[in-house]
């Protein structure tokens, strides 16, 4: 039996995902932010993106294998790096500097009874100088930092397969796709800030030491319709940050707003017992306003947490209702809950 499938994943920097003083280079235009990648991929889209400069760089991961029964009798891979240019705009001009690329990881792949795995790391930098401070001397660098993704993929011999996001660098965000063009994965956190500070190849992959990255599941196109209304609607949202282990709502408080998840992961309890993480782009709260009770989950975030808090009277009941409906789907079958 012969099983094929791929994982790709894309980088892209995210509005507002910029802080201190290099945001005003964004702000006025010299640098700019990308448009979030589309829910589904076409396959000429990733080509027309990467050479409208609509993403920073891609992994591509493709990959077969031949099944006897359980043994693994032939198998192959191909793919690897996408990288293109950083175009910088000084008033009516354009310069473009092409980007740089590291070699691309790859290694032997891991052969188990009905599997087959491989792990490929690619990345690279832009070579637009980046004057920044390091922790270690010279205290001071002034390329960019390295990016870089490291997914693995697993083939099955019952014609599955699995894709996962295994390390990624700490910025900008990442999203996997399926062999089907579907977002699959997201990284957790876009954390420019700790990236900013990388002081030197050595680590990155490069250097041996990769970054392991908490990723969720990508949200529902209900979820990524409420976003654009919660965010760019007629009531401005209240934007709250809070820190590992904070609580963004409690289980038993009053509660008549909803939450959208802008970057970190959450982890979601109920009276106790913990039913799943949610990342960005999840929208939640729509429970309590729905049935005029508590919340009914506690929010834990695992990691640093951005969130946008927007009164839920702007959506309409009946999509809090189809809201919802699918979160309960997602508990009753979460192993945890049954």
């Known amino acids: 039996m012969r099983v094929e499938s791929s994982a790709t994943s894309l980088s892209w920097i995210p509005s507002e995902a910029v802080s201190g003083p290099m945001k005003a280079g964004f702000a006025t235009g010299l640098a700019h932010y990308d448009p979030p990648p589309p829910a589904h991929l076409e396959p000429e889209d990733v080509a027309t993106m990467l050479a409208a400069d609509q993403f920073r760089f891609g992994n591509v991961l493709n990959a077969w294998a031949e099944f006897d029964g359980d043994t693994v009798v032939a198998h192959g891979r191909s793919g690897g790096l996408l990288i293109g240019a950083t175009t910088v705009r000084v008033g009516p001009l354009d310069a473009t500097f092409q980007a740089v690329g590291m070699p691309e990881l790859t290694y032997a792949p891991e052969i188990g009874d009905g599997l087959i795995s491989w792990i490929q790391t690619v990345g690279g930098r832009t070579s637009v100088p980046l004057p920044r401070t390091i922790n270690k001397p010279p205290y001071v660098r002034l390329h960019a930092p390295l990016v870089w993704t490291t997914l693995r993929l697993t083939l099955y011999a019952d014609g599955t397969a699995r894709r996962e996001l295994v390390g990624a660098s700490p910025f900008p965000r990442h999203w996997v796709y399926d062999a089907e063009g579907n977002l699959a994965l997201k990284a957790g956190v876009a954390d420019w800030k700790h ?126 209702a189809e809201l919802a409906g699918g979160h309960r789907r997602e508990v009753a079958d979460h192993p945890i809950a049954q």
């Open 195 to 320: 990236w900013l500070g990388q002081p030197s190849w050595s680590a990155t992959p490069w250097g041996a030491e990769d970054s392991p990255v908490v990723s969720a599941a990508a949200e529902t196109a209900l979820e990524r319709e409420l976003s654009t209304l919660l965010m760019h609607g007629a009531h401005r949202p209240k934007i709250e940050s809070i820190k590992t282990g904070a609580v963004l709502a409690r289980q038993g408080d009053p509660g008549d707003s909803l939450f959208l998840v802008l970057d970190g992961i959450l982890e979601v309890t109920v009276d106790g017992v913990k039913l799943g993480d949610i990342g960005p782009g999840a929208v939640v709260g729509e429970r309590a306003v729905l049935e005029s009770s508590p919340r009914t989950a506690t929010l834990t975030a695992l990691t640093p947490v951005r969130a946008a808090e927007a009164p839920a009277g702007i959506v309409d009941r009946s999509v809090l």
